[in-house]
């Protein structure tokens, strides 16, 4: 089991920054994929980026350039860092685990889900 809790949302203006963090824990094996994904009201879940264990990385379109996900093992915790946020960027920003090597943003590919943070970006 494995469970973990996002922070760091909340309201900015467009052009503005966040930065999330997600906490993990419980059964953590070495070869992992963990990412993140948002879901704007009334649309469908979609990934934003991933990380594996070996440090690869992979990002939407839409963010490439704006975001950058990375992983603390020493304190156990997930982060995606946020610049030139936009309002399109509006969404519940969720963090998701799965065992497996290849950095996915595949939504059933994960099993494991917080329970999300809001970020809200204002034009």
């Known amino acids: 089991q494995v469970s973990l809790v996002e922070s760091g949302g909340g309201s900015v203006q467009a052009g503005g920054s966040l930065r999330l963090s997600c906490v993990f824990s419980?059964?953590?094996?070495?070869?992992?994929?963990m990412s993140w994904f948002r879901q704007a009201p009334g649309k469908e879940r979609e990934g934003v980026a991933a990380?594996?264990?070996?440090?690869?990385?992979t990002y939407a379109d839409s963010v490439k350039g704006r975001f950058t996900i990375s992983k603390d093992n020493a304190k156990n915790t997930l982060y995606l860092q946020m610049h030139s946020l936009k309002p399109d960027d509006t969404a519940m920003y969720y963090c998701?685990?799965?065992?497996?090597?290849?950095?996915?943003?595949?939504?059933?590919?994960?099993?494991?889900w917080g329970q999300g943070t809001q970020v809200t970006v204002s034009a």
């Open positions: 998701a685990f799965a065992y497996m090597s290849t950095a996915t943003l595949t939504t059933r590919e994960y099993p494991y």
């Open positions: 419980g059964y953590i094996l070495r070869t992992n994929c």
């Open positions: 990380i594996v264990s070996d440090g690869s990385t």
